[in-house]
């Protein structure tokens, strides 16, 4: 006959055992003793207890994440070098039993670091004698007497790793990769060995692509077939070909496998990009008027790559046609020679204009910071104002006309791409041109255009830009230099705060451009949070003038910037301050300013 318990001793056995079967919800976790956010984070990153807030748990599950938590905490500071840390573990309980809550307090003392107290490095065989090479071990840390963190080690080791292989040592391997540590010595011990194994060169280059003539691209490839194996040369014919702009995917491959006496074949393949790219789109502006502008662009026109691109701007009162046709430069610098035809027609309140120019050029990359062209311009334009002097309507104005053949030297610098992380950036451009009275011009002529625009970002939170503008013009004949040769000043990217072409000297309340020009600007940006939108406080300065010392016009404004996906958009408002047309002006652009 099976006994049964008595009702009072299983009520006994409930009450005993309900500490196991109690519930508690944990609210939060505090990490205290530590101020570095990496080290903090790294914790959050490994503590399970994280993965349990907000959750109700048992008392027996709490006790034991509780239990690990100490050790958790220990191993997620050893990557940073500290291997003895001293971590308590609190839980402070508020609210009933049927409703408990736990704020988990971690109390952290990191200890003595461990440090590097032996580092063995070497590379065998022909990589040993590498300039380079030499260089990474020297420069490998952590060094002796530093702390032993991991992340610094594993970039060091990364960073020799890949120098193997970006100089063709594609034979290495490792022959001692050991850590020791200490952690009563509170020491660290580093032994790497490479063995190297030869250095292979570069084999025979083959382009697979279908629509280009045969040897046509091979003229990218500068280096000799035989010379000594650089990843740099590779890098060096993919940005050649992406600046073709003929290729939607460019994968160019080294093929260490198929060596044959110690050349590598490297194989280029290729895909088409559409042919042909059509553009179409509205604008606005206060002296232009409304207009659209249309664009059709033939990437190839045939198997030598040829292209041909069209671009229709037609407004109100301006308009504006650009036609070139541009065949790839190969020989000394990548680059282009290029045909073009550019004609205008501007009908304003003030001046009627209409400008036709034949323009042969060859650009050229000349290093990763600096492109050129040179050029050789042949122009005709004739202009009439609808205003004298004193701002009197004119009935019949007087057209002037004008012809100027000059060559023209252009020197473009950018020291950090967009997208690049580096903090600071500068950009300018040098322009140089000229021409003589007699020779294809109607006045001798000689005129340098600099501009230079710096930026220095502060974090993602803040930037500082800095802008500059300095022209001038050695004629004795300003008077027959049509509008197109004058420098102006005034309006976005000159002196915000007075309309496009306001500054400088008049016929009446327009702009007659000068011989000279300079422009300076100053503006901080702040974006709250680091977050896409921000706001932008400017103060820009500068003149268009023909003589003497500038008498310089000043504004000042504030500005809504948005890091928007299709680029930054930029919208400032400015106000003048030497007697501005107009009390504010505004200005809108979307895009990279460089």
């Given at each position: ?18 500490s ?7 609210e939060?976790v505090?990490?205290?003793g530590i ?18 807030i907000?959750k109700r748990l048992?008392?027996s ?21 500290y291997?003895?840390a ?7 309980r508020t609210?009933d039993?049927?409703n ?5 307090v971690?109390r952290v003392?990191?200890?003595?670091p ?6 063995s490095?070497?590379?065998e ?6 300039r ?6 020297a ?9 032993f963190d991991?992340?610094?080690y594993?970039?060091?080791k ?12 594609f ?9 020791e540590?200490?952690r009563a010595?509170h ?5 790497l060995?490479?063995?190297s194994?030869?250095r ?5 280059t ?9 040897g ?9 077939e035989?010379?000594y ?5 590779l890098d060096?014919?993919?940005e050649?070909?992406?600046g073709?702009?003929y290729?939607?995917?460019?994968d ?7 060596a ?10 290729l ?6 790219i059509y ?7 206060s002296e232009?008027g409304?207009g659209?502008?249309m664009?059709?662009d ?7 790559g040829?292209k ?6 037609y407004?109100?009162n301006?308009?504006?046609l650009?036609?070139?046709y541009?065949?790839p430069?190969?020989?000394w ?6 045909l073009a035809?550019?004609?205008?027609d ?5 001046i009627d204009l209409?400008h ?6 060859r650009s050229?990359?000349i290093?990763?910071?600096w ?7 042949a ?6 104002y609808y ?11 007087e ?7 000059y ?11 967009v997208?690049s992380?580096?903090?600071?950036r500068?950009?300018g451009?040098?322009?140089l ?6 020779a ?6 000689l005129q ?8 220095r970002?502060?974090g993602?939170?803040?930037?500082l ?7 001038h013009?050695?004629t004795?004949?300003?008077?027959g230099?049509p ?8 309006g ?8 496009w072409?306001?500054?400088g000297p008049?016929?009446g ?7 000279n ?10 974006y ?5 939108w ?7 300065t500068g003149?268009?003038?023909d003589?003497g010392?500038?008498?310089l016009?000043t ?6 910037r948005?890091?928007?996906?299709i680029g930054p958009v ?7 301050l030497?007697?501005?047309d ?10 990279t300013?460089?």
């Amino acid at each position: 006959m099976r006994r049964t318990a008595p009702l009072a001793t299983l009520i006994v056995l409930l009450a005993a055992s309900g500490s196991a079967w109690a519930a508690a919800t944990i609210e939060k976790v505090r990490i205290e003793g530590i101020e570095d956010e990496a080290m903090v984070e790294n914790i959050n990153v490994a503590l399970s207890l994280n993965d349990t807030i907000g959750k109700r748990l048992g008392e027996s599950r709490l006790e034991y994440l509780l239990g690990e938590a100490a050790a958790q905490a220990r191993e997620a500071l050893e990557p940073f070098g500290y291997y003895s840390a001293d971590v308590q573990v609190q839980a402070n309980r508020t609210g009933d039993a049927e409703n408990e809550r736990v704020e988990v307090v971690i109390r952290v003392s990191k200890g003595e670091p461990v440090r590097v107290r032996r580092s063995s490095l070497s590379i065998e065989g022909e990589g040993g004698g590498d300039r380079y090479l030499k260089e990474d071990l020297a420069a490998f840390a952590p060094r002796t007497g530093e702390i032993f963190d991991h992340t610094t080690y594993e970039a060091s080791k990364l960073k020799i790793v890949r120098r193997l292989a970006d100089r063709g040592y594609f034979d290495a391997d490792f022959t001692q990769r050991r850590v020791e540590v200490t952690r009563a010595e509170h020491a660290a011990d580093i032994d790497l060995a490479w063995v190297s194994g030869i250095r292979y060169d570069m084999g025979p280059t083959t382009f697979h692509q279908t629509k280009f003539e045969p040897g046509l691209l091979d003229k990218l490839v500068y280096w000799d077939e035989g010379s000594y194996f650089h990843q740099g040369k590779l890098d060096r014919l993919r940005e050649s070909l992406v600046g073709l702009d003929y290729f939607s995917n460019i994968d160019i491959q080294a093929n260490p496998d198929k060596a044959v006496d110690g050349r590598v074949p490297i194989d280029v393949n290729l895909s088409l990009a559409k042919r042909t790219i059509y553009t179409a789109g509205v604008s606005y502006g206060s002296e232009s008027g409304a207009g659209i502008r249309m664009g059709v662009d033939r990437r190839y026109l045939n198997s030598r790559g040829h292209k041909l691109s069209t671009q229709l701007d037609y407004a109100q009162n301006r308009k504006t046609l650009l036609t070139q046709y541009r065949i790839p430069a190969f020989k000394w610098l990548d680059g282009w020679y290029t045909l073009a035809v550019q004609a205008s027609d501007e009908q304003t309140d003030y001046i009627d204009l209409r400008h036709i120019e034949f323009i042969g050029s060859r650009s050229g990359q000349i290093n990763e910071d600096w492109t050129a062209v040179a050029s050789i311009h042949a122009l005709r334009e004739r202009w009439a104002y609808y205003e004298d002097e004193d701002g009197n309507e004119l009935d019949s104005p007087e057209y002037r006309y004008a012809t100027f053949t000059y060559p023209s030297l252009q020197a473009d610098y950018l020291n950090a791409p967009v997208g690049s992380n580096r903090p600071d950036r500068l950009a300018g451009s040098v322009l140089l041109r000229g021409g003589v009275e007699g020779a294809g011009s109607d006045a001798s002529f000689l005129q340098a255009h600099i501009r230079a625009r710096w930026s220095r970002e502060y974090g993602r939170n803040s930037a500082l830009i800095f802008r500059g503008e300095y022209g001038h013009t050695f004629t004795s004949s300003l008077v027959g230099m049509p509008p197109s040769l004058r420098f102006f000043a005034g309006g976005d990217r000159s002196i915000r705060g007075y309309a496009w072409r306001e500054v400088g000297p008049r016929i009446g309340k327009y702009a007659l451009g000068a011989k000279n020009v300079v422009t300076a600007s100053a503006e901080y940006e702040y974006y709250p949070g680091g977050g896409p939108w921000g706001g932008a406080v400017f103060v820009d300065t500068g003149s268009a003038f023909d003589g003497g010392m500038p008498d310089l016009s000043t504004g000042v404004g504030i500005g809504f910037r948005w890091r928007s996906p299709i680029g930054p958009v930029r919208l400032d408002l400015a106000h003048g301050l030497n007697d501005p047309d107009s009390q504010f002006q505004i200005y809108l652009n979307i895009g990279t300013d460089l």
